[in-house]
């Protein structure tokens, strides 16, 4: 069962444009993760986000978690070919404190 | 480096052999857990360990997989009669305490296909 969802599946955009991604749950998250994750490689933590409505923000990538903390969404502005990659959105249960639910996650190709 | 490191990279089977994969956590992490990664999804939650005691099994697939970590710190998942649907790519991941405020540092992965 897949708890959380992300949307697009799949993004091909251009060099310089911006785009969304998001993550989308019916359950409630004490807290949720943003990962990126290259071919042959595990998954790298790119920020948390922990308090309902919070904004992150990290160089060219914005993060947000929903008010009701069951949403969240990656916003790149600018992208570039370095960007591209598989990005995961991962949250834990408010009633587990180790287990990480991950999204199916959104593959990403940023053309030069 | 000082990362999780995983071994074998890549592990071919034939449906119905046994199979053994090895995590080394980061030096001095509580916390171990297991994922498995099917082709275009996302990880999914296999089994967690703190220290030696395996506190968490229910994402396991079935009776034929068994993890253990004997003494807290190096870790084997081992699958018996391999099956084709077992094919995937196998996350290792510590972290000092295991607590959700705490980062899962993960290995690269042990890619498994099962002929």
Known sequence: ?112 | GAGVSQSPRYKVAKRGQDVALRCDPISGHVSLFWYQQALGQGPEFLTYFQNEAQLDKSGLPSDRFFAERPEGSVSTLKIQRTQQEDSAVYLCASSLMGLNNQPQHFGDGTRLSIL
């Open chain 1, 1 to 112: 069962t897949q708890l959380l969802e992300q949307s697009p599946q799949f993004l091909s955009i251009q060099e310089g444009e911006n785009l969304t991604v998001y993550c989308n749950s019916s359950s409630v998250f004490s807290s949720l993760q943003w990962y990126r994750q290259e071919p042959g490689e595990g998954p790298v933590l790119l920020v948390t986000v922990v308090t309902g409505g919070e904004v992150k923000k990290l160089k060219r990538l914005t993060f947000q978690f929903g008010d009701a903390r069951k949403d969240s969404s990656l916003h790149i502005t600018a992208a570039q070919p370095g960007d591209t990659g598989l990005y995961l959105c991962a949250g834990f249960e408010v009633d587990s404190s180790y287990k990480l639910i991950f999204g199916s996650g959104t593959r990403l190709l940023v053309r030069p």
